[in-house]
């Protein structure tokens, strides 16, 4: 991993982490509440500090530090969780118009990892960022918070359910 994207114990980062192949996963409730799950689970249990998020249908952006230990073995750790569960509700789901393609792909791209997996749901990388001023720390949260504005699914941030800009999000987050 380059030093660019390493993260320290203590420090404050925006990390991205994304689907392969960009692949539009949370756009069905049923998965949304998997990763939603298991944010709050690192929240409450794996020391996940989390200031803001949000989700989007192939991504997740993240402003989030660790209480303790390196926020990049946490990320790890609930990607490799997330990503089983995610990949066996899908080939579970019946209902998944998509289902037989969606596994298709993540076979594709476990195939052509560098790793050589059965199946891969998330990319390898984080493109985590340490935020070093307020200022630096300000634009993330517009970035974050104004992602699905910019998408064209909502007109305001605050109408996006999954992100830290709706009061009635189901995650909840720490004031910075």
């Known amino acids: ?32 509440d998997i990763l939603i799950n298991s ?13 803001c998020y949000c989700v989007m249908p192939s991504h997740v952006h993240i402003i989030a530090k660790r209480k ?42 476990g195939k052509i990892s560098p790793h050589k997996q059965y199946r891969q749901f998330w990319q390898h990388n984080n493109h985590a960022f340490e935020l070093y001023s307020n200022r630096i720390i300000d634009q993330k949260i517009n970035y974050i918070h104004n992602n699905p504005v910019e998408a064209g699914f909502v007109d305001e941030p605050h109408l996006w359910r999954l992100s830290s800009a709706n009061e009635n999000s189901p995650v909840k987050v720490l004031s910075m």
Do not use: H
């Not at 944010?39 to 200031?51: A, R, S, T, V």
């Open 39 to 51: 944010l709050i689970y690192c929240q409450q249990d794996k020391g996940l500090q989390l200031y």
């Open 1 to 32: 991993m380059s030093e660019t994207y390493k993260t320290f114990p203590g420090g404050l980062y925006f990390v991205t982490f994304t689907t392969v192949g960009w692949l539009d996963i949370f756009t069905r409730r049923v998965y949304q």
């Open 68 to 109: 303790e230990g390196i926020l990049n073995d946490l990320i790890r750790d609930m990607k490799a969780f997330s990503s089983k569960k995610l990949m066996d509700a899908i080939e579970e789901n019946m209902l998944e118009s998509r289902r037989e393609w969606l596994i298709k792909e993540f076979k594709y791209y």
